[in-house]
């Protein structure tokens, strides 16, 4: 059995699906960070069947959760202080998000105007639907 230690100061990502917590480090600009992260991939959970967690030894509010919510508001954030949980945190979907991702409508005006901010807003709250500000495309993961 793998053993990956606790960490002291920072956070855990707990419940991603199974295989996106690649795309999670990156999309929150953790790579561009200088601290520790351990990505743990298709961790046996009785809950999910297979899950990923990403623990990050670094401040809480280096971490921007609206772009985790937006990615899967499903995620438990767990806040870590000397060695323990001191708090779980609540994700919900966000209003609006912003140079997230892209909108690949090709008549869209984020593709002909280059410093044009790529703005997604939430249409539809229970079926998780956000779409572009400019040209109301749908987001789906193919657009990322």
Request: proline letters at 1%; aromatic letters at 6%.
């Amino acid at each position: 059995m793998l053993n990956v230690g606790k960490i002291e100061e920072g956070f855990v990502l707990d419940h991603i699906k199974a295989g996106k917590s690649l795309s999670i480090y990156h999309m929150l600009g953790l790579d561009t960070l200088d601290c520790t992260v351990a990505i743990i991939k298709n961790a046996r959970s009785g809950k999910l069947g297979k899950k990923d967690i990403l623990k990050v030894e670094c401040d809480i509010d280096t971490l921007d959760l609206n772009i985790l919510a937006f990615i899967d508001h499903n995620i438990t954030v767990n806040v870590i202080k000397d060695g323990e949980i001191v708090e779980k945190r609540a994700l919900e979907l966000p209003r609006t998000i912003e140079n997230v991702c892209k909108c690949l409508n090709p008549r869209c005006i984020t593709s002909i105007e280059q410093g044009l901010k790529h703005i997604f807003y939430l249409a539809d709250e229970k079926n998780e639907i956000y779409r572009c500000r400019y040209c109301d495309e749908r987001y789906t993961e193919a657009t990322a």
